[in-house]
């Protein structure tokens, strides 16, 4: 890509980020350089970059690096950024192109084992291994749709060789360049490249004050159906050999939880499973995060799922999640479709729109409260031997 669409998307003049030029010397001698840059955006993230070509090869990682063999991520390829971004730590103001906090999560060297690195980009399939202060071990990126060219190709982000250790909380939030956490960086003031102070907040990672902002709506909303917000039988996934293909699928990871239906009104929310069995009471926490999302009425479809401190998913994990005496795993919800929204009756819409509103609305939400991405792929039987290989639980289209 160059660095044409990186300083295209910034003002140099309103960001502290460097404008950085391409260079093609200081991989000599030596093993390129990798990083890894948790951000606090409109929503948390990690970018993923790679030394490549004398820029940065980046990708967002929305959930983080898995840490168990065969656990895959999305990873989308977004714009080369410049050498320099690999010590860029702090805060981007409001009003440019990725406001918010940036902290040096981690940093090392890696080498490709499957050629040279940019052949490896080309083909769509890097074989990693990182040497870096907490990331240590083998990851597999995998091309899914698009080309080693293209901003926003959508790639799987998989853990290969052997299982890694879980970050501990205390390394989780601590930068490896200042050991600050990332509400210590969203703190600090420092001067514009005016001089000025530059007006930095931490509303990237504190929760916003006051009421919750009501989602913007379609403009053709007002066209659909009224429906009070009530239990919808949700639709059930039939067992094939091979996927379907073609340009109107798409397709996402399956979850290895309990399928979960909130309903959303102004006044409570419940929580009903697929046979409009109340959930709420056997796991609270998750009731009470969806009820704060940013709307007063709403219907979703989703998975309850308990992962552990190393982020693996488990339908055992989960069932045992109310035992006494067991130590209580984390537990997220996957929402995948929006139904119902401020008392009007999505059902009607493409999936594809009710999810571009599910993720609007679940972006200002609580954190347990996750978007399941889209996996777009030319080839989903490329994507399932993959995940087989790797002993995901599946893949739906």
């Known amino acids: 890509m160059g660095l044409n669409r990186y300083q295209a998307k910034r003002n140099f003049e309103r960001t502290t980020e460097p404008a950085g030029k391409e260079s093609r010397s200081r991989m000599k001698g030596r093993d390129p350089l990798f990083v890894v840059q948790k951000h606090a955006a409109r929503r948390l993230h990690y970018d993923f970059r790679l030394e490549m070509e004398g820029v940065l090869k980046s990708w967002a990682v929305p959930r983080g690096f898995p ?11 977004v714009e080369d950024h410049p050498l320099d971004y690999a010590d860029f730590e702090g805060n981007i103001a409001a009003g440019n192109y990725g406001a918010g906090t940036v902290m040096v999560w981690d940093r090392g060297v890696y080498q490709v084992r499957n050629g040279e690195p940019l052949e490896a980009l080309k083909a769509g399939k890097i074989q990693l291994t990182l040497a870096g202060e907490k990331l240590k071990g083998d990851w597999t990126l995998v091309r899914m749709r698009g080309s080693g060219k293209d901003e926003k190709a959508q ?6 060789g052997r299982n890694s250790p879980p970050i501990s909380a205390r390394a989780e939030n601590k930068s490896v360049l200042t050991q600050r956490t990332l509400e210590d960086i969203a703190a600090a003031e420092s001067p514009d490249r005016k001089g000025k102070r530059s007006a930095q907040t931490s509303r990237a990672v504190a929760a916003p004050k006051g009421r919750a902002p009501k989602p913007k709506l379609p403009a053709n909303t007002r066209a659909l159906p009224k429906a009070k917000p009530g239990f919808i039988p949700p639709m059930k996934c039939e067992l094939v050999r091979k996927l379907p293909e073609g340009r109107e699928w798409i397709y996402e990871i399956k979850f290895d939880g309990v399928r979960a239906l909130p309903i959303k009104s102004e006044r409570k929310l419940a929580l009903m499973s697929r046979n409009a069995k109340e959930l709420g009471a056997k796991y609270p926490e998750v009731a009470e995060a969806l009820a704060k999302l940013p709307c007063r009425e709403a219907v979703l479809d989703g998975e309850i799922v308990a992962i552990d401190a190393q982020g693996r998913s488990s339908f055992q ?33 493409p999936l594809v729109k009710r999810k571009e509103m599910l993720k609007a609305l679940l972006a200002s939400g609580p954190e347990s409260i996750r978007f399941s991405a889209n996996i777009e792929a030319d080839s989903p039987a490329r994507v399932v031997k993959e995940m087989k290989a790797r002993g995901l639980e599946g893949l739906v289209a």
């Open 317 to 349: 994990m989960l069932q045992a999640y109310n035992m006494v005496g067991r130590a209580k795993p984390v537990i997220l919800y996957y929402a995948f479709d929006l139904l119902n929204l401020e008392g009007r009756d999505l059902t009607g819409l």
């Open 67 to 77: 840490m168990r063999k065969g656990e895959g991520r999305l990873a989308v390829q």
């Open 155 to 160: 790639w799987l982000l998989l853990k290969s």
